[in-house]
């Protein structure tokens, strides 16, 4: 029956089968590894509390726990902000979330305008015409970009830079290939961390549909010049995809004014909590030309006027989707989108503002010069040169070993290089948000050190 319906849960017939087939006797057995001390009901009272004492039980359960908080100078994302507590009390009222897909326009008026300013922030933050109502993260945005690339181009290579991680090069390879489309790795410069512009030229060819950016890279390092890269793509007929911070943007050219046709990014700063990995938030947005916008996946919220036209309504303006209309001929299989995260991001943007988002990035900035700066005065390594933002690579003799030690002391390691760059195996990646004071950065300095020079 199993074989026919795999689907099916197991019922007690064949659970003794399942057993021999793992090598055990009973369900016991598969639990003998787990410490049970750690899961006793030692201490814990036997009669009902009330309320009052019940949360203060669990405060002194809870507190055995560690909490880095801001100890965790964790690099490569996801990243710790600090959220504002009015974005959860916004997104947590009924009407944003239970809401379903807005397919009746009539009665969704609320949840559709939310998704039009979520829109209109995003192709204000990159310099695009027109925004869908997000993607699932930044890399199925990267793979829906590579596809939208073959759409408008009608070639079959998308050209990357070697410098992002294995996840995204994975999540853009399962995106594409299966289309019969390829990818290729441009090398980054050894120096700076940023694409090497020569190996770039040598790359590009009449079959290459899009090239794609990111900058800040994953090595946190900002690209200087953005519209060298657009000329050379553009020239080669090629379409510029960018994926860019959204903080950063409030510090440096936007995509648009670099030359980019589509930009994506990575919306988890903007007032999303990290979770275990998750939490993420893909932004895309193009040009505001009719061969790309009708080839956007996803969907698009307008403006429109009612029948007698004295008011503005919200509708699905565009939903190329297949479980719309057009069918075979969709330009994406995404069911769903991230409306949530998508409102939460909007409310973040409109708190700050464009003045709070300039401050806010050119703290981050600060704060990231400062901890380069506290670590080389302290005689370690950082890797790459030029101006870096939030994000820093750090070399040491042994990584594991370090992110040990720093675990000891109290902080949360750094990603190691060495699993996605193999010329980087000695690479630590670290972060710093606004979230650290420059007291937090000058102990993570010293206790690095300390990590650090206890294993040359």
């Known amino acids: 029956m199993l074989e026919k319906h795999p689907y099916i849960p197991n019922d007690s017939s064949v659970l003794s089968e399942m057993l021999q087939a793992i090598g055990i006797s009973n369900l016991s057995e598969m639990f003998l590894d787990v410490p049970i001390s750690n899961f006793g009901s030692e201490g814990l009272q036997r009669q009902p509390l009330d309320e009052y004492s019940m949360v203060g039980q669990m405060k002194s ?4 726990n560690k909490n880095y908080g801001n100890r965790s100078f964790i690099g490569g994302g996801p990243w710790t902000h600090f959220v504002p507590g009015v974005i959860r009390h916004i997104i947590s009222r009924g009407e944003f979330l239970t809401a379903y897909t807005p397919y009746q326009p009539e009665i969704s008026q609320g949840l559709l305008q939310s998704l039009f300013e979520f829109q209109s922030l995003i192709c204000e933050l990159y310099g695009m015409g027109v925004a869908n109502a997000s993607m699932y993260d930044l890399p199925t945005a990267i793979g829906e970009a590579a596809l939208l690339c073959a759409r408008v181009t009608g070639r079959q290579t998308f050209l990357v ?9 994975s999540v853009l390879r399962n995106y594409i290939e299966p289309q019969g489309m390829a990818v290729r790795e441009v090398p980054y ?3 700076s961390g940023n694409m090497d512009l020569a190996r770039l030229r040598e790359a590009v060819d009449e079959g290459v549909s899009g090239v794609y950016l990111e900058t800040p890279s994953f090595f946190g390092t900002i690209e200087p010049d953005l519209t ?6 553009h020239h080669a007929g090629s379409l510029f995809v960018v994926g860019a911070d959204p903080i950063s943007m409030g510090s440096f050219r936007a995509p648009g004014e670099g030359g ?3 930009a994506v990014g990575d919306g988890q700063p903007l007032g999303i909590p990290p979770g275990f990995g998750g939490n993420g938030l893909g932004l895309m947005a193009c040009v505001d030309e009719p061969k790309l916008v009708r080839q956007l996946p996803g969907r698009i919220v307008g403006l429109t006027k009612t029948k007698d036209g004295t008011r503005d309504g919200f509708v699905l303006a565009l939903s190329t989707r297949e479980q719309h209309i057009r069918r075979g001929r969709a330009t994406s299989n995404i ?5 949530l995260l998508a409102i939460a991001a909007t409310v973040y943007l409109a708190l700050l503002g464009q003045e709070g988002l300039t401050k806010l990035s050119r703290v981050i900035l600060n704060r990231t010069a400062y901890a380069v700066e506290r670590l080389q005065a302290l005689g370690l390594a950082v890797r ?4 870096h933002f939030r994000d820093f690579v750090v070399e040491v003799s042994d990584p594991g070993g370090v992110n040990s030690d720093l675990r000891r002391l109290g902080f949360s390691g750094g990603r190691e290089l060495g699993t996605d760059f193999q ?9 710093t948000t606004e979230i650290h004071t420059y007291d937090d950065i000058d102990n993570f300095a010293e206790a690095l050190q300390k990590a650090a020079g206890g294993r040359k």
Do not use: H
């Not at 790459?384 to 101006?387: A, E, L, W």
């Open 228 to 233: 060298s890269v657009a000329d050379v793509a």
């Open 335 to 339: 069911c769903t989108n991230e409306s």
């Open 384 to 387: 790459f040169s030029g101006m």
């Open 189 to 191: 410069d050894a120096q």
């Open 61 to 64: 359960l809870l507190s055995r």
């Open 423 to 431: 010329e980087l195996d000695r690479g630590l990646l670290f972060a």
């Open 260 to 262: 980019a046709d589509i």
């Open 161 to 169: 830079p070697s410098s992002i991680p294995w996840e995204k090069k």
